[in-house]
């Protein structure tokens, strides 16, 4: 005989529907990524825009096939697609019993059962796996009243092998009682540091041998919306934290570009003279850093947020289960919360204080070339000034001098030169006429430069 009546297997997968920063068309390719697990990769663009309207209520839980709730598999397949939207996130949960009116499928084992349903599911996700995270749950009821509930379970999370390698003893977290069934915790933690949630999780619930139909059928009415939303906020508080390891990364490397700029200043104002376009270079990169990096900090902010509300919901979730059910034993589910507010919360409040103190050195160096680039700005712009109020002085006096003195420089030609009488000025002394009155302009003119530099430089000292 079967030891198990009713074995089922459920399947839990969450995806962003709307993640930070996310544009228009990759919350497309999120919604179209969700729904071809159901629908396949030929949904037309129509069913899409379908799907789309039941989003865009403004609950936090939304059956996102309305009225329908459910998409039944193919028959002679027992089990059910449950699509809804939780927040900012799809969650799916994929059913399944194994086979109606199938007499071959009951004379199979309970491993060949569960592995048998396992592959179904699987392929059901369209290989598509959560990419926030994912969740087992096994569940039945024993067939007798003496049966052992931790070695049935120890068999199916061993058969199954929805990790590489299951050691029941290694891989199991904890154990509890709900609603008179005995659960059994199990994981496998993630430990790729790749920003995503990679934890493999699975509960197993056994109800004794006497629940009736009916009483299961009330218990799973309740049981299935809290762990949909159970596995949901850890899941979230996982996948988050992931995301803080990579921001943190992030934010260290360019921390080292911020030093790196920091240590060059003294280097670049020992320069004689200094070069305004490579502080002016060096100012650009800076803040193109310090937008990013700031940007980064509102991330690793956010995400802080993020981790606390959904600890406290998680908490929550697991209070109004134990109402429910004033005699069981959630503990081995309390700790996960626990740990959530020990561990990762504390971690990315300290990261976040380390973090935000290497934005002051930065905002110092950016304001200090900013005022060097003014000054530098300034004192090229005074002695542009200068120049010019130099040369129009010495251009003005030789304009007038060439002016007032060119009747002069004539008479001279002609004394220097005589020209006899009755005949014509020869070209030569046109020449030297001309040459006479431009040197004279050019050393008067040359002059007045050099008095008005000198009465120019006297005054900047005067005003210090």
């Not at 049935?152 to 154990?175: F, H, M, N, S």
């Not at 990364?249 to 060059?264: F, P």
């Not at 980064?296 to 802080?304: A, F, M, P, Q, S």
């Not at 007032?404 to 009755?422: D, F, K």
Request: glycine share 6%.
């Amino acid at each position: 005989m079967n030891p198990l009546i009713y074995p089922t297997i459920d399947l839990f997968l969450y995806d962003l529907q709307d993640g930070l920063g996310q544009s228009t068309e990759q919350l497309k390719q999120n919604r179209r990524r969700f729904w071809e697990r159901i629908y396949g990769k030929n949904i037309s663009k129509q069913r899409l825009a379908e799907l789309q309207l039941q989003e865009e209520n403004l609950t936090n839980y939304i059956q996102l096939l309305g009225t329908q709730k459910i998409e039944r598999l193919d028959y002679p397949l027992d089990g059910y697609y449950y699509p809804v939207k939780l927040g900012d996130t799809y969650a799916l949960q994929i059913d399944c019993s194994g086979k109606d009116n199938d007499s071959k499928w009951e004379q199979l084992s309970l491993v060949e059962q569960l592995l048998q349903i396992k592959e179904i599911i699987l392929k059901h996700t369209q290989d598509l796996p959560g990419e926030l995270g994912e969740n087992w749950l096994v569940w039945g009821k024993l067939a007798t009243p003496n049966q052992d509930p931790e070695t049935i379970a120890q068999d199916c999370y061993e058969a199954l092998e929805i990790v590489p390698q299951p050691e029941w003893k290694r891989d199991r977290t904890g154990k509890g009682t709900l609603h008179g069934a005995s659960l059994f915790a199990l994981e496998r933690p993630d430990i790729t540091p790749d920003g995503l949630n990679r934890n493999q999780q699975m509960l197993i619930c056994l109800f004794p041998h006497d629940k009736t139909d009916e009483e299961l059928d009330k218990i799973f009415r309740k049981l299935y919306r809290d762990l949909i939303r159970l596995f949901h906020y850890r899941n979230k508080i996982l996948w988050v934290y992931e995301q803080t390891r990579q921001l943190k990364d992030v934010l260290k490397d360019s921390s080292r570009a911020v030093q790196k700029i920091v240590d060059s200043l003294p280097q670049r104002l020992t320069n004689s003279p200094l070069n305004l376009q490579q502080l002016q270079q060096d100012l650009a990169d800076a803040l193109s850093i310090y937008h990013y990096y700031q940007t980064n900090l509102g991330y690793l902010r956010e995400h802080y947020s993020t981790v606390k509300i959904n600890t406290h919901n998680y908490q929550r979730r697991i209070q109004e289960m134990a109402n429910r059910d004033p005699n069981s034993n959630l503990d081995f589910l309390i700790r996960f919360g626990n740990f959530a507010n020990q561990k990762y919360l504390t971690q990315i409040k300290s990261d976040y204080q380390g973090m935000s103190a290497g934005v002051k050195p930065l905002e110092n160096f950016i304001k200090t070339i900013e005022g060097i680039i003014s000054i530098e700005k300034t004192k090229n712009e005074r002695t542009l000034n200068k120049t010019v109020a130099i040369a129009s002085v010495g251009i003005g006096t030789a304009s007038l001098t060439a002016a007032t003195i060119s009747e002069q420089a004539e008479g001279m030609t002609q004394a220097i030169l005589p020209v006899p009488a009755n005949q014509p000025t020869p070209p030569s002394n046109y020449w030297v006429s001309f040459g006479l009155s431009f040197a004279l302009s050019v050393i008067v003119g040359l002059l007045s430069a050099m008095i008005t530099a000198l009465v120019l430089g006297k005054k900047r000292i005067a005003n210090g």
